[in-house]
C-alpha cells in the first residue's frame, strides 16, 4: 500500500470510527414531571373582624429534597426516585400550596408571601424536617411523611414566638410514580390544613 492511498483512507476511517462512538453514547431515561398542592381555591369567607396580617418567612427545607427529585428512603439508605421529577423545585411548590391554603382556608390570617411589600406585625416561619417516600422493604409501597416545625413571631416587646411540630404519613396505594405522588399531594393537603386551622387559633 503506498503512503498516498494511505492518507486518501483516514478520511473514512475516522468517520467509521465516530460513527461507532456515537452507538455507544446511551440516551438519557426519559423523565416525567409531577407536581402536588393542587389549584388555587376561591377565597374563604372571613370571619367578622380584620384579619391579621402574617409574613411568610422563606421556608426551610432538608438540602436533599429542596430541589426537584423525589426523595426515597429505605433504612438508611438514600435514593431519588427514577424517572421523576417535580415541576419545579418542591420548595416552591410547597410555598405555593401554603400561600393556597391559607387564602381557601383561613378566617384570621391575611398570608403575606414574599413578593408582597405589605407590612405585617407577626411572622410565620416553617422548617420542614421530613420530605420524603420511606419505603418498609425495597419494592415495597412506601409512606410520605412530610414533617415541619412551625412558628409564629411576634416583636419581642408582645407575644414573643409561638411554635409546634406537624407530621402527616400517608401510605402510597402502589410502589408506581404516580401513587407516590398522589400520596405527597394528599399529605401536603392536609398537613397546610393542619397549620391554617393552627395560626388561625394562635392569632385569634
Known amino acids: ?29 426519559p423523565v416525567q414531571t409531577y407536581r402536588f398542592g393542587g389549584v388555587s381555591a376561591a377565597p374563604s369567607v372571613a370571619a367578622r373582624g380584620a384579619p391579621v396580617q402574617v409574613a411568610l418567612r422563606r421556608i426551610e427545607f432538608p438540602q436533599a429534597s429542596e430541589g426537584d427529585k423525589i426523595l426515597g428512603v429505605t433504612g438508611s439508605q438514600t435514593a431519588y426516585i427514577k424517572g421523576a421529577r417535580w415541576i419545579s423545585d418542591a420548595r416552591d411548590l410547597y410555598t405555593a400550596s401554603l400561600e393556597s391554603a391559607f387564602l381557601a382556608q383561613s378566617t384570621r390570617v391575611r398570608l403575606i408571601g414574599a413578593r408582597e411589600a405589605t407590612p405585617a406585625a407577626r411572622a410565620l416561619a416553617l422548617d420542614v424536617r421530613a420530605f420524603e417516600a420511606r419505603y418498609p422493604a425495597p419494592g415495597a409501597a412506601p409512606t410520605v411523611v412530610v414533617t415541619v416545625r412551625a412558628r409564629i413571631l411576634a416583636p419581642p416587646a408582645r407575644d414573643g ?29 392536609d398537613l397546610n390544613a393542619e397549620i391554617v386551622t393552627w395560626a388561625d387559633a394562635t392569632v385569634g
Open 1 to 29: 500500500m503506498t503512503r498516498s492511498t494511505v492518507f486518501r483512507m483516514a478520511p473514512a476511517s475516522l468517520a467509521a470510527v465516530l460513527m461507532s462512538g456515537c452507538a455507544l453514547l446511551s440516551s438519557p431515561d
Open 161 to 189: 414566638a409561638v411554635e409546634r411540630v406537624f407530621t402527616v404519613e400517608r401510605r402510597a396505594t402502589a410502589n408506581r410514580v404516580s401513587a407516590i405522588v398522589e400520596a405527597f399531594d394528599s399529605a401536603t393537603g
